[in-house]
Nanobody, 123 residues
Framework: QVQLVESGGGSVQAGGSLRLSCAAS????????MGWFRQAPGKVREGVAA???????SYADSVKGRFTISRDNAKNTVYLQMNSLKPEDTAMYYC?????????????????WGQGTQVTVAS
């Protein structure tokens, strides 16, 4: 059974940094694509970043140059380093996993989800 558990969310001032972690279990983690999505109140869940099993990364335009996704296969963990945070980054952040992807930024491409961790950026 696939389990994804996010941590690292919190409140921060604009311009600050946070690092999110997602611990995975119950499957062959290293063979799966991993991703981060976010959802603000009243908005659709949007793709933030993704990393393939070979380490290739993809980012939403809104976070390019500020966020970095990485994975540690020895720890079955994926990270999202978020720098230069803005108030518009405020959202619930979700970790996702899928063995094969069509389009990383579409919610329907991902089969497994964590419960989310809240990120709040104050202006």
């Amino acid at each position: 059974q696939v389990q994804l558990v996010e941590s690292g969310g919190g409140s921060v001032q604009a311009g600050g940094s946070l690092r999110l972690s997602c611990a995975a279990s119950g499957y062959s983690y290293s063979r799966y694509c991993m991703g981060w999505f976010r959802q603000a109140p009243g908005k659709v869940r949007e793709g933030v970043a993704a990393i393939d099993s070979d380490g290739s990364t993809s980012y939403a335009d809104s976070v390019k140059g500020r966020f970095t996704i990485s994975r540690d296969n020895a720890k079955n963990t994926v990270y999202l380093q978020m720098n230069s945070l803005k108030p518009e980054d405020t959202a619930m952040y979700y970790c996702a996993a899928q063995k094969r992807l069509l389009t990383w930024y579409e919610r329907r491409s991902w089969g497994y989800w964590g419960q989310g961790t809240q990120v709040t950026v104050a202006s």
